[in-house]
């Protein structure tokens, strides 16, 4: 059974720095893209990258390029998103999801739960 | 970019009604559209990939349609499970950007 497991939620100041995680199991980690999405309240769906595990390829969407960071570590099954200095509006719900294999784009058919990272 | 627009934003409907959402794509994108269903507190399920094929698992009272930049989403028969908000993607060339979402409502 494909699991995602996130992070628990954190309270954090402006200024600090963070790393949330999700650990994947039930498939092959390294063999399928990993994707970060952001839930401002009350607002919808936002990707903001994706990382292919297996060569740490990392593509970013044009709206996060520069903000954040996805890393991830094949021997542990995870990944990460991490921010150097948080802001107010860096308060939010992200989640993480499962995307393609290397040969075919995919949907997100798999999500974690959504860790809550509030900012104040 | 392509920006993926949405329409209605929200829907009023009763249970057993017949209901159709709208998603436009800014360039064609055929055939990576997604349909994505989420309730409160809850993270989004994928309904539907490739435009039309259904999720395993995923009722039949929920189809897909569409090519190029235009596609809906229809749910027959809605059920009181069926009242969550819903979300359209694409997933081209490893970009993946949302609509904006539908509110499907009771009515």
Known sequence: ?120 | DIQMTQSPSTLSASVGDRVTITCRASQNISPWLAWYQQKPGKAPKLLIHMASSLKSGVPSRFSGRGSGTEFTLTISNLQPDDFATYYCQQYNNNLYNFGQGTKLEIK
Request: glycine share 10%; aromatic share 16%.
């Open chain 1, 1 to 120: 059974e494909v699991q995602l497991v996130q992070s628990a939620a954190e309270v954090k100041k402006p200024g600090e720095s963070q790393r949330i995680s999700c650990r994947a199991s039930g498939y092959i980690f390294a063999d399928y893209w990993l994707a970060w999405v952001r839930q401002m309240p009350g607002k919808g769906l936002e990707w903001m990258g994706v990382i292919y595990p297996d060569d740490a390829d990392v593509r970013y969407s044009p709206s996060f390029e520069g903000q954040v960071t996805i890393s991830a570590d094949k021997a542990t099954s995870t990944a990460y998103l991490q921010w150097n200095s948080l802001e107010a509006s860096d308060t939010a719900i992200y989640y993480c999801a499962r995307g393609g294999d290397g040969y075919n784009y995919g949907a997100f058919d798999f999500w974690g739960h959504g860790t809550l990272v509030t900012v104040s």
